[in-house]
């Protein structure tokens, strides 16, 4: 497997792992995000569903990854998840914690600026 490769797959093993840590811990992990929302169950809910986004949407990409498939889709899939994330965030800002845009707006955007990088090289 090309090197490129293995180090895709490294990084969507990250993302399959922090959408388990949101469906087992929404608040926990999205206090600073959400503020005390996030401890509230109807917020849960919505978060969960978000772990649940990530975990199967790159679980697909280590899959196709793993079986030589082109990872170009599955990672325009995880950067539309992620800027609809900035977007939800800075829709939202001003009922959110102080800096939750701006992290929300570094994380989010760098974790779609690898994937970017990624989809550009890995698929040549």
């Known amino acids: 497997m090309p090197p490129i490769r293995t180090a895709a797959i490294a990084v969507l093993a990250l993302r399959v792992l922090y959408g388990a840590a949101l469906v087992a811990a929404p608040g926990r992990l999205t206090r600073r995000w959400l503020g005390p929302a996030a401890d509230e169950q109807p917020t849960q ?20 990854a ?37 992290a929300t707006l570094a994380v989010a955007g760098g974790s779609a600026l690898l994937s970017a990088v990624l989809a550009a090289t890995v698929d040549r």
């Open 45 to 64: 809910v919505a978060l969960r569903a978000l772990g649940v986004r990530e975990a199967l949407l790159h679980a697909g990409a280590i899959t196709a």
């Open 66 to 102: 793993a079986h030589g498939g082109s990872l170009r889709p599955w990672l325009g899939a995880s950067i539309a998840g992620d800027l609809s994330d900035i977007a939800g965030t800075i829709a939202a800002r001003r009922g959110l914690p102080d800096g939750a845009a701006p």
